[in-house]
């Protein structure tokens, strides 16, 4: 729903950067929160954005342009542990989350 | 953070049967849950918001009579597959938030199969 867009798959090697793309739908846009899930696990919680730039937490990144309806996910000094699908969500009207399909983050040694 | 517990963990049941799935959070009170769908390799899909004390809200396309969900209180909601099929086999993940605009809290998840 709400037209949420990130690629399927990347895939990046141990120790680099990887960014993470993400569109929106702006119409009623409120904020913007990034996930990450293991295959058969719960989301947990990485991000959120409510307004325009970039919040920083170690070695996480995300930023956001609510004019553009776009945001993404910078991951650095790249770990295997970090191999996972990274979520973009977005928050509508105050009450409903929409959840992009999820890219699939491959990283090799 | 909080705790958002989430049972049974994987459920196997025939064709025909219903099952419950029960959200509960643990130490806070959730004014609104949400349920999510999600099959391999896909991300998420909101199927309906429950608010504490209120008719559950579904997503277009999900049917309100086969996917029952109860919010009776603060704490807990409910999601009962009635009739299920094959074609429920899915992962069915519960959500929830203590505040409006703020992060969710997921479960643990479901993991339903229908023979």
């Known amino acids: 729903g709400q037209n949420i867009d990130q690629p399927t798959e990347m895939t990046a090697t141990e120790g680099a950067i990887v960014q993470i793309n993400c569109t929106y739908q702006?119409?009623?846009?409120?904020?913007l929160f990034w996930y990450q899930q293991h295959a058969g696990e719960a989301p947990t919680f990485l991000s959120y954005n409510v307004l325009d730039g970039l919040e920083e937490k170690g070695r996480f990144s995300s930023f956001l342009s609510r004019s553009k309806g776009y945001s993404y996910l910078l991951l650095k000094e790249l770990q295997m542990k970090d191999s996972a699908s990274y979520l973009c969500a977005g928050i509508y009207n105050f009450n409903k989350f929409y959840f992009g399909s999820g890219t699939k983050l491959n990283v090799k040694p | 953070g909080a705790v958002v517990s989430q049972h049974p963990s994987w459920v196997i049941c025939k064709s025909g049967t219903s099952v419950k799935i029960e959200c509960r959070s643990l130490d806070f009170q959730a004014t609104t849950m949400f349920w999510y769908r999600q099959f391999p390799k896909q991300s998420l899909m909101l199927m309906a918001t429950s608010n504490e004390g209120s008719k559950a809200t579904y997503e277009q396309g999900v049917e309100k009579d086969k996917f029952l969900i109860n919010h009776a209180s603060l704490t807990l909601s409910t999601l009962t597959v009635t009739s299920a099929h094959p074609e429920d086999s899915s992962f069915y993940i519960c959500?929830?938030?203590?505040?409006?605009?703020?992060?969710?809290?997921f479960g643990s998840g479901t993991q339903l199969s229908v023979l």
């Open positions: 702006t119409s009623g846009f409120n904020g």
């Open positions: 959500s929830a938030t203590d505040r409006p605009n703020e992060k969710l809290f």
